[in-house]
């Protein structure tokens, strides 16, 4: 009974998990999008990062595991010295990224983890 059981959940398609998230460096916030990506890959899940910064040389290790795919890092991380306007060029980034994946990346998927709010209305 037990093994019908389990041969049953394998044929059941595992979700196709899209993360959304601002730049994929060194951080808390990325140390918990890598973590969380990772056990849903490990689970089965198929797993895509997309994000609009990432440098392969500035980053976990963990993330090289994982399809990480960029858009948007032509667009300016500031608005002057002293990282002023940081918080506002964010928001635009996540908005431009979520708009590329939504109606130029040609992605399927089932889930949708954003890691800033501005975004969801767009996913």
Same mark, same amino acid.
């Given at each position: 009974m037990a093994e019908e059981q389990a041969r049953q959940r394998d044929l059941v398609p595992k979700p196709s998990v899209l993360f959304l998230h601002p730049d994929l460096g060194v951080g808390g916030a990325e140390r918990l999008v890598l973590d969380a990506a990772l056990a849903l890959q490990a689970r089965g899940c198929n797993v895509k990062i997309w994000t609009a910064h990432y440098d392969p040389g500035h980053c976990f290790a963990e993330s090289r595991?994982? /399809?990480v795919h960029c858009a948007g890092d032509w667009l /300016?991380?500031?608005l002057g010295w002293g990282g002023h306007g940081a918080a506002v060029?964010?928001?635009v980034r996540m908005v431009f990224l979520?708009?590329?994946v939504l109606f130029l990346a040609d992605e399927e998927f089932d889930v949708v983890v954003c890691d800033q709010a501005i975004c969801i209305p767009l996913s």
């Open positions: 595991e994982l /399809p /300016p991380r500031g060029c964010a928001y979520a708009l590329y």
